[in-house]
């Protein structure tokens, strides 16, 4: 059995780090799909879905990790294409990665107690995200 899914966020951009496992946990309950894998991929190329424990000094820990990685005062080649001033987003997202598989065994994700589902979101402006959740099982 395969559902399909999409969840819609509102974000403020600019490295916006978000919640969102109670959501996709909220999807497998409904489906009512007992074992498998669940897949959880955010659409666009300037956000990111990532595992880490969710509290505010990890939040600040990963932000910092971020700004070092692709500072926002750099000149890239990618503001040079559109002018749009978001080349550090688009390099952000492409080393985070777009999505997670997590595998799930009686209706509960293997997903640690202090692991929850990130969404980034590193554009440099509020977006509307939707993220694809994927189950496929029985
Ligand atoms: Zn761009």
């Known amino acids: 059995m395969v559902i399909n899914q999409t969840l819609t966020f509102s974000t403020r951009g600019n490295g916006h780090l978000i919640d969102v496992t109670s959501q996709v946990s909220g999807i497998l309950a409904d489906s009512g799909i007992r074992n498998g894998i669940l897949t959880v991929f955010v ?3 300037t956000a990111a879905i990532t ?4 509290e505010p000094g990890l939040i600040k820990d990963m ?3 971020y700004d070092k990685l692709a500072p926002v005062n750099k000149h890239y080649a990618h503001d040079a294409t559109w002018g749009d001033a ?4 688009h390099v952000r997202a492409a080393l985070q990665g777009p999505s997670l598989t997590i595998p799930f065994e ?5 997903l640690g107690t202090w692991q929850q589902i990130v969404l ?3 554009d440099n402006r509020p977006r509307q995200r939707s993220i694809v959740v994927n189950i496929i099982g029985e």
């Open 51 to 54: 595992t880490f424990e969710y």
């Open 86 to 89: 978001n080349g550090f987003s």
């Open 43 to 45: 659409v666009g190329s």
């Open 63 to 65: 932000t910092e990790l």
């Open 120 to 122: 980034a979101d590193f």
């Open 106 to 110: 009686d209706g509960s994700l293997y």
